[in-house]
């Protein structure tokens, strides 16, 4: 079974400075990897999607992530926060079944 | 579209009590979800159903039973409350198995 570990549950950081939000997942069959966003009291929406292909995916809001394979990562990147990306993230895989894994949510907290 | 929504938003029970979770989705998906939000652990599957009248277990099943009636509505139900099933409760839905999920807003249960 795939499993999903998003390594910081925190991550503070200043408006209009770089972001890394860090996920590894583990798994013995294909990968299909997504980002998922909740805002505070809402539900979630996706941010990207990785499921072949390019490594380097390009998701809404300024957002990309890239597969990497050999590091077993699917790292979240912004180059320039905003108050507004202030949320929780969530690395997803899907595994065999369709059924999604969901790992223990990154809140982002991007301070003026 | 209104897309997908829960109802209610926030609900007080007792241990003991009961209480039953509407979703509704007018995309004419045919897979549905329910999931639990707790901190630290992101969200987990509940119960879930490929399509009208079929319902499955999910990987937290236990206390909660479920219906799919009708295709647009998908029922989770609490026979008798813990205070264990605090949670943030998220019904989502998806064309197909594959597809991206679409998230309802959310229901707040406090269980005392």
């Known amino acids: 079974a795939q499993s999903v570990t998003q390594l910081d549950s925190q991550v503070p950081v200043f408006e209009e400075a770089p972001v890394e939000l860090r996920c590894n997942y583990s798994s013995s069959v294909s990968v299909y990897l997504f980002w998922y966003v909740q805002y505070p009291n809402q539900g979630l929406q996706l941010l990207l999607k990785?499921?072949?292909?390019?490594?380097l995916v390009k998701g809404i809001n300024g957002f990309e992530a890239e597969f990497n394979k050999s590091q077993t990562s699917f790292h979240l990147r912004k180059p320039s926060v905003h108050i507004s990306d202030t949320a929780e993230y969530f690395c997803?895989?899907?595994?065999?079944?369709?059924?999604?894994?969901f790992g223990g949510g990154t809140r982002l907290m991007v301070k003026p | 579209n209104a897309g997908v929504t829960q109802t209610p938003k926030f609900r007080v029970l007792k241990t003991g009590q009961s209480m039953t979770l509407l979703c509704a989705q007018d995309m004419n998906h045919e897979y549905m979800y329910w999931y639990r939000q707790d901190p630290g652990m992101g969200l987990r599957l509940i119960h879930y159903?490929?399509?009208?009248?079929?319902?499955a277990k999910g990987e937290v099943p236990d206390g909660y039973n479920v219906s799919r009636l009708k295709k647009q509505n998908f029922l989770l139900g609490l026979e008798s409350a813990a205070p264990s099933q605090t949670s943030v409760y998220f019904c989502?839905?998806?064309?197909?198995?594959?597809?991206?999920?679409?998230f309802g807003p959310g229901t707040r249960l406090t269980v005392t």
């Open positions: 989502a839905s998806s064309l197909a198995g594959y597809d991206e999920q679409y």
């Open positions: 990785y499921l072949s292909g390019s490594t």
């Open positions: 997803v895989g899907r595994n065999a079944g369709n059924m999604l894994t």
């Open positions: 159903s490929v399509g009208e009248g079929t319902t």
